[in-house]
């Protein structure tokens, strides 16, 4: 069983649950249910041999592997959510476990007053054979790039070790056949940039006994491939020694619809460090889904790139990468899913999809593949429900920012929120447990045991894009009577429906997504009723929100909120 600090932390809140004051009445959650239905999951497939894209469906984007022996770990961006970077293991690269998050102790991820989509940025996990440590290297945007490290990603991590010669993102190490380390990154352009969206990327060395950067940095790509296109955001990169070649293949084009993966190579015989070793591919790009695809296509995958490459135990090459499921023109509310697709290799260059190609839903493996006794509720079509009476919360439910661990309560009573008084609009913890939308056809049910004290007292759901793309749907005051309010928030909040309700019984909600229209149910009694049917939730989309997260449900509770 794998012991984390997380685990402790949960520990150390159960003890200060005597000494908690609630702001106002507590909100009491008796279950969770979730259940995805998507048509592109609709697919009968032999799993000892094919598995389903995405492999990660949701919120997983900027996904990130290593191999250790037989076994693989895969990391992605966690933003502001806390705990943060979710770690997963697998032996044959398709069925995926979570063991748990790098990131979960507070020392290793302050998150105060950062947005929903700061916080963490783009992790690379690395092995080093040499010295058989595992390394995980970010940005953290409220305090800059750091690296924590471990002997067994399973037993927790260091404390962050801060690396501020770093000026950019997305930094990811490389540890060559000597020992030698290097860091490579997104940063600035030396002299400044030709036009907007111009980045370059920089390499440092870096001392493994030390733990420290060596000397300056070297910028090896300034704006990117085809630089007479003028490329923007040249960002992602990683670093790989393959037979008589250094490669490094970078993310280009936004983390919009233009997005794509690229790569150059430099032999292992020069100087990686100086940019005139490095050539490009002249199929660049390796991946995108950009152009030449039927727009009309079925299972729909756009914005393709952000990818790491990996060789298997068997010797086939892999790569991971990040994609979205639109539903409709760019728009997506599910966030940037993990894809797995193998790489070929032709006159010494990768190519992880061909040009004009669809991705692939269901993929073929060269190797037997093994499928969890139970499900991990990562991909295809799943329900599940969550009555929180365990001593340890699921691993699906994250808080935004660091939470503030006597607010909650679980285990026989199910879920208990001592409400605070920040409201989903602020730059505040929340006194809310969030997981993540994985279905685009998708439907959420609770039930919530609540006495609001004022007209701000809300308790129920929450479904976050970020503080002003949100909707909330709960129970309230309503002129001084008890009801259930939906409000939708777009730069601007509107009530798109209430209705007065029970005030002595509990009250279920329910959500019902298909595409881009949302319906929201509820009960008093033992019939479900209609508040609000076919509402536009395009808003919890990032193509209109902004950001990089996806939507994320939540179990949500203020006492007062912004008066």
């Not at 997380?6 to 159960?14: C, E, L, P, T, Y």
């Not at 400044?192 to 733990?211: L, S």
């Not at 032999?267 to 039927?294: F, H």
Request: with cysteine.
């Amino acid at each position: 069983m794998i012991i984390d600090n997380m685990k402790k932390f949960i520990i150390a809140a159960a003890m200060a649950m005597s000494c908690v004051v609630a702001d106002g009445q507590d909100a009491q959650f008796s279950y969770f249910s979730y259940k995805g239905n998507d048509s592109r999951f609709n697919k009968s497939i032999d799993a000892s041999h094919q598995y389903l894209n995405p492999i990660l469906a949701g919120f997983y984007p900027d996904p990130s592997f290593c191999r250790a022996g037989d076994a693989y770990y895969l990391v992605n961006s966690s933003f502001s959510f806390y705990p943060g970077v979710p770690i997963f293991k697998s032996y044959d690269l398709v069925n995926w476990t979570q063991i748990g998050h790098v990131l979960d102790r507070p020392e290793q991820l302050p998150l105060k007053r950062q947005r929903v989509s700061g916080g963490i940025f783009a992790p690379a996990i690395s092995y080093n054979e040499k010295n058989k440590t595992f390394y995980m290297i970010t940005t953290n945007v409220g305090m800059g790039n750091f690296f924590v490290k471990t002997k067994d990603p399973s037993k927790g991590w260091s404390n962050p070790i801060a690396l501020p010669k770093i000026d950019g993102i997305d930094p990811s190490f490389f540890f060559d056949k000597d020992g030698k380390g290097y860091i490579v990154h997104n940063g600035p352009v030396d002299g400044g940039a030709d036009y907007e969206g111009q980045r370059a990327i920089r390499i440092f060395r870096f001392d493994t006994t030390g733990d420290s950067i060596i000397g300056t940095y070297r910028q090896i790509v300034r704006g990117g491939t085809h630089v007479e296109a003028k490329p923007i955001w040249i960002e992602g990169p990683h670093l790989y020694r393959i037979g008589k070649y250094y490669y490094l293949m970078c993310a280009e084009g936004g983390t919009g619809d233009w997005h794509s993966e690229v790569i150059l190579r430099a032999s292992v015989k020069s100087d990686i460090m100086d940019p005139a070793s490095w050539e490009e591919c002249p199929n660049n790009p390796i991946l995108t889904q950009r152009t030449g695809v039927d727009p009309n296509r079925p299972d729909i995958v756009t914005s393709t790139g952000h990818a790491d490459l990996l060789q298997d135990k068997n010797g086939n090459w892999w790569a991971v990468f990040l994609g979205c499921r639109a539903y409709e023109g760019p728009f997506y509310n599910t966030g940037r899913d993990t894809y797995l697709l193998p790489v070929t290799w032709k006159d010494g260059w990768p190519e992880i999809l061909e040009k004009g190609k669809n991705l692939p839903t269901v993929v073929t493996t060269p190797h037997k593949l093994t499928p969890p006794q139970q499900p991990a509720y990562l991909t295809g079509n799943f329900s599940y429900t969550d009555r929180f009476d365990s001593k340890e919360l699921n691993q699906r439910w994250i808080f935004l920012r660091n939470p503030e661990m006597q607010r909650y309560e679980w285990g026989n009573k199910g879920l208990t929120i001592h409400p605070s008084t920040a409201d989903i609009s602020q730059l505040e913890p929340l006194s809310a447990l969030f997981c993540r939308q994985q279905h685009n056809t998708f439907s959420a049910e609770t039930e919530v045991n609540f006495a609001p004290k004022g007209k701000n007292d809300v308790a129920g759901f929450a479904l976050l894009q970020n503080e002003h793309f949100n909707f909330v749907f709960g129970k309230t005051l309503l002129d001084g009577k008890p009801a259930v309010t939906l409000t939708r928030a777009e730069r601007g909040t509107v009530l798109v429906g209430s209705a007065f309700i029970n005030a002595n019984a509990p009250l279920r909600l329910k959500i019902e997504g298909d595409g881009r229209y949302y319906s929201f149910y509820y009960a008093d009694g033992n019939d479900w009723k209609p508040l609000a049917i076919g509402v536009d939730a395009v808003n919890l989309s990032t193509s209109r929100s902004g950001g990089f997260i996806g939507a994320c449900i939540g179990l949500y509770a203020t006492a007062g909120g912004k008066k």
